[in-house]
């Protein structure tokens, strides 16, 4: 495209075309004497061609160009506009042919208030663009607008970090507390399903950390990222959660958002959506979820609109789906749906295993989140603790330990603090002991000279905790701290080799 001359430019008077000539030669005259003025009067200006090509600048605009990084106009001129001009939104006038009046242009020749203003030719259509410098470095001529803008710029930046503080995921797969082999293949299962964009379905008692398990997932997965949205179907009035779910068009009903409101699946677009007591969902909204899961697009409450989104749905429940599609209560389409890659979650009196390690990180965290001091919990606590069903499963422990931290001043907790609060009579049996080993067998006859190194630094390890827990007369604060790790870590080793928990 040849380089369009101003004149040429700021011939756009198309509409005055049926005036007489001599009031089209005022207008024309106008139209060149505005011309003038502004490359009088602007501090630098600049025309581009519909391409984003520069074509021409005025003596005042050369002024800016070592500031650039450039040498001379011929470094300038006949380049993108974009790749001499950092953050300028010409080109962004040129595609809508809508002018950008008043700006703020940032780049490392300072800061400028400019404007922008589309050119067209006797078709209307646009040629180009012309882009002003009104002012030069404002931060030091509007010192009070410059401040208002750098206020509400970082109010701005807070408003979306806080954002994103909310929606990024709470937990990964270490808050995941347990080494039982109950708890290890669910680990498994769920790292190997976070690799994937596969529906999860999440199953188990209520309290068995299932929420937990959905954020470590969407943390795991490539949609790390971006939003992971949350919502308890069970905690939401079921004429809301239409609303809820798909959102709500501008003026839908009396009373309505005029600017209308997003739903949670346009909320988690490009994220995870968590879909938590999914069999509470009423049987009018499960064919609309379907299709929503199915098509991978929703249309808001009063709007003829569909939009399409990209979500990963991860659903939970502690009812018996299975039981609730016979009972003609909950779609079979939509189960299968749903039932992609199940995981079940073992319920805490399933893996006793973790019983002490979850006990130590609940501890902490009720310390930390109450300022008590951390409590220890005695051994023979733990034989109470051990045959209480745990129908509430996590939710229930941490509730109790919660209870006896706050009824008590003592910083050991034993047996008779806890039989304050468990309720009698609900004991399960205990479980049967396991047979004591010794803590360093002695090599097994005919033993191969050379063992695994897996195997000899495993023996190592559990000599070197045995040790440390006979040193301390089995006080397990003490040991860790004399081995240097961290209760928690202590608790999954002991976890792992029962038999240590006798050692004192």
């Not at 021409?56 to 990084?69: D, M, V």
């Not at 498994?188 to 596969?198: G, P």
Request: glycine residues 8%; hydrophobic residues 45%; neutral net charge.
């Amino acid at each position: 495209m040849p380089a369009m001359s101003p004149s040429r430019v700021l011939d756009p008077l198309s509409a005055a075309s049926d005036l007489p000539r001599d009031a089209r030669s005022v207008l024309e005259m106008a139209a060149r004497s505005m011309f003038q003025l502004f490359a009088e009067t602007a501090e630098g200006m600049m025309v581009v061609d519909r391409s984003g090509r520069v074509v021409w600048i005025s003596e005042g605009y050369k002024q800016f160009l070592p500031a650039l990084g450039l040498k001379d106009e011929g470094d300038f001129v006949g380049h993108s506009v974009e790749e001499v001009v950092p953050n300028t939104l010409m080109h962004e006038v040129i595609a809508t042919g809508r002018p950008i009046l008043v700006d703020l242009l940032t780049n490392k020749a300072g800061t400028f208030l400019v404007s922008r203003i589309p050119l067209r030719d006797e078709g209307g259509e646009v040629i180009g663009a012309l882009g002003l410098v009104l002012m030069a470095h404002p931060e030091s001529t509007m010192q009070p607008l410059m401040k208002k803008f750098a206020m509400l710029q970082r109010e701005l930046d807070d408003a979306r970090k806080q954002l994103a503080e909310q929606r990024r995921p709470k937990y990964t797969f270490a808050s995941f507390i347990g080494a039982s082999p109950e708890a290890m293949e669910v680990k498994r299962q769920a790292r190997r399903v976070a690799a994937t964009d596969s529906t999860v379905l999440l199953l188990g008692e209520t309290g068995t950390g299932k929420e937990l398990l959905a954020h470590a997932i969407h943390a795991a997965s490539s949609r790390a990222g971006r939003p992971f949205i949350g919502v308890n179907i069970a905690a939401v009035p079921e004429t809301l959660l239409e609303a809820e779910f798909f959102g709500v068009a501008p003026g839908a009903y009396t009373g309505a958002d005029k600017k209308g409101r997003d739903g949670k699946f346009k909320l988690a677009d490009g994220g995870t959506l968590f879909l938590d007591e999914i069999g509470d969902m009423p049987a009018s909204l499960q064919a609309k979820l379907l299709r929503a899961l199915q098509e991978q697009e929703i249309e808001p409450l009063g709007s003829n609109q569909v939009i399409k989104i990209d979500v990963r749905v991860i659903a939970a429940t502690s009812r018996d789906l299975p039981a609730l599609v016979a009972r003609g209560q909950f779609r079979e389409d939509l189960y299968y749906r749903l039932n992609v890659v199940p995981i079940r979650i073992p319920a805490l009196r399933e893996r006793l295993g973790d019983l002490e390690a979850l006990v130590e990180a609940l501890e902490e965290d009720i310390a930390r989140r109450s300022g008590m001091s951390h409590r220890e919990v005695a051994p023979g606590a733990f034989d109470i603790l051990r045959r209480h069903p745990w129908r509430g499963n996590i939710r229930e422990l941490r509730n109790v330990l919660e209870q006896v931290s706050l009824l008590t001043d003592d910083l050991r907790l034993e047996a008779r603090h806890f039989m304050r609060v468990l309720p009698p009579g609900e004991g399960l049996s205990a479980p049967a002991t396991q047979p004591h080993e010794a803590v360093a067998p002695a090599a097994a006859t005919g033993a191969p000279h050379v063992r695994p190194l897996a195997e000899v630094v495993a023996d190592l390890e559990r000599r070197t905790i045995a040790d440390a827990l006979r040193a301390t007369r089995g006080n397990k604060l003490a040991a860790a701290r004399l081995l240097r790790i961290s209760r928690a870590t202590l608790y999954e080793k002991l976890a792992a080799w029962p038999e240590l928990r006798q050692v004192s």
